[in-house]
């Protein structure tokens, strides 16, 4: 079955990504992810994990200042199975998710 031609065929990854993004305006504090071909939602941060998030930006500044802890960070998971993941913090150079768009990519492979 051949999709209607005003509606071009879209993989499940870019309908995802199109319901996170009409549920991230809806839901405040919410986020979705995608693993493994379904869609999860993930609890926004609560108390306890901004202060791991604190400490672990902490303690990479201290010893790793070229290093961020980037939060909240969209990320790209295995390419053969268009996963995307909402993390707590990514620890990457400062300037690693530039121009990357909401999902910043990674280099795993399937």
């Not at 405040?28 to 379904?38: K, S, Y």
């Not at 960070?73 to 620890?91: S, V």
Request: include cysteine; glycine fraction near 12%.
């Amino acid at each position: 079955m051949t999709p209607p031609a005003d509606r071009p065929f879209r993989t499940p990854t870019e309908q995802f990504e199109e319901t996170a993004r009409i549920h991230a305006r809806e839901e405040d504090g919410a986020w979705l992810e995608f693993v493994d071909g379904r869609t999860r939602r993930k609890a926004g941060m609560d108390g306890g994990r901004g202060m791991a998030v604190e400490w672990l930006t902490r303690g990479s500044l201290a010893q790793r200042p070229e290093l961020w802890l980037h939060s909240a960070q969209g990320l790209k998971g295995r390419p053969c199975h268009g996963d995307r993941l909402r993390t707590d913090g990514a620890l990457a150079p400062s300037e690693a998710f530039v121009r990357q768009g909401e999902w910043g990519g990674t280099r795993s492979r399937c």
